[in-house]
Nanobody, 131 residues
Framework: EVQLVESGGGSVQSGGSLRLSCAPA?????????MAWFRQVPGKEREGVAA???????HYGDPVKGRVTISRDDAKNTLYLQMTNLKVEDTAMYYC????????????????????????WGQGTQVTVSS
């Protein structure tokens, strides 16, 4: 069973920075997950922001490339998203997502930014960027 809890959202001015965190309230099996950050604005589809494999390789959506960094601390089972030079259009609810690849018959992560590739989701943390 997996339960994810995001934190670190808030309100910042354009150009500011935020660091989001995602820690598991429950995590079974205890490791080996593919993880990602998504975001969603009301009335729009959920958008992939960044994904990271369990070996550290990462992948970013075009709107955030060069401004965000995804990282993970497997000792703490925690996922991070460092966001810099935030823009008004980054305003959204940000979600942490995880997938255990072995349940899908794989021993690797595909660095996917498609929400259908992730089975476990947090409740989200709101990021609001003002001009």
């Amino acid at each position: 069973e997996v339960q994810l809890v995001e934190s670190g959202g808030g309100s910042v001015q354009s150009g500011g920075s935020l660091r989001l965190s995602c820690a598991p309230a429950r995590l079974s099996p205890p490791g080996g997950y593919c993880m990602a950050w998504f975001r969603q604005v009301p009335g729009k589809e959920r958008e992939g922001v960044a994904a990271i494999r369990n070996d550290g390789y990462d992948h970013y959506g075009d709107p955030v490339k060069g401004r965000v960094t995804i990282s993970r601390d497997d000792a703490k089972n925690t996922l991070y998203l460092q966001m810099t030079n935030l823009k008004v259009e980054d305003t959204a609810m940000y979600y942490c997502a995880a997938e255990y690849p072995y349940y899908r018959g794989r021993d690797y992560c595909r660095l996917s930014l498609r929400e259908e590739d992730y089975a476990y989701w947090g409740q989200g943390t709101q990021v609001t960027v003002s001009s």
